[in-house]
């Protein structure tokens, strides 16, 4: 995969729709984790997390950050323990349960009783709330809303079709002022089925009503920092 700052640019104009059909059910990355297929994941957390953290946190403190589809990932702990109250989603038990088990933190189970199935894991100290659940299950009366998104797996995750319904209930759940970092990949799409799936910045600022404002987007490599205004659709 070609993960270059140019590559974005010139696979604009690329087909992809060998991947808009491509549908992996819930199912499928369950199997993932209960067989250890989670490259994915990074044992270490993500590098550009730590570049770019001032412009997630905004020089605030006590946030609340969410992490969809969140995995067990290490990043969660590390804002935990800046004194950030953290909030995930993932749909597998086992990586949730990993993520406690791994970093050694105690915590209780509960069931969320909005949504049928669906479980919160908790840690004791209260920062860290993590739901097992469908994350359109989800919505800011169950999990409130969130002044920092930590999408670093999640968009180019979710399958093609269901872009528009995710992005619409990440901006229901963001607070105004709030930062959104997302982490993007660039490669041939009609190389590789995904996931992850090509998301062309284009259909990123239609995703998230940027429209031609500038400044919307901020690209390095394959990251793209999203800064929401006073209204929640207005990104700067």
């Not at 994941?41 to 946030?63: F, T």
């Not at 739901?131 to 999640?154: E, H, N, Q, T």
């Not at 759940?173 to 089925?193: F, R």
Request: net charge negative; with cysteine.
């Amino acid at each position: 995969m070609d993960h270059s700052a140019n590559a974005s640019g010139l696979l604009e104009g690329s087909n992809i729709g060998s991947q808009k059909e491509r549908v992996v059910t819930e199912e499928e990355w369950l199997q993932k984790w209960e067989v250890g297929n989670i490259g994915f994941h990074k044992e270490q957390g993500h590098p550009l997390l730590q570049k770019y953290l001032d412009v997630l946190l905004n020089g605030k403190s006590g946030l609340r950050i969410f992490f969809p589809l969140c995995g067990k990932a290490v990043e969660m702990k590390w804002l935990a323990d800046m004194g950030h109250s953290v909030v995930g989603v993932e749909v597998s038990e086992q990586a949730l349960k990993e993520f406690f088990s791994e970093h050694s933190l105690p915590y209780c189970e509960e069931p969320v009783p909005e949504i049928s199935g669906g479980k919160m894991f908790q840690s004791t100290s209260g920062n860290i709330s993590l739901y097992c659940c469908s994350i359109y299950d989800l919505s800011s009366s169950i999990v409130g809303k969130f002044d920092g998104v930590w999408d670093r797996g999640a968009l180019v995750a979710v399958n093609p079709c269901d872009r528009q319904r995710y992005a619409s209930l990440m901006m229901n759940l963001m607070e105004k002022n709030s930062s959104y970092l997302l982490v993007t990949v660039s490669y041939d799409p009609n190389k590789h089925k995904g996931p992850p799936f090509y998301v062309p910045e284009s259909e990123i600022k239609s995703l998230f009503g940027c429209g031609e404002q500038e400044g919307c987007l901020r690209t390095e490599e394959k990251t793209v920092s999203l800064q929401s205004s006073k209204r929640a659709r207005r990104w700067t």
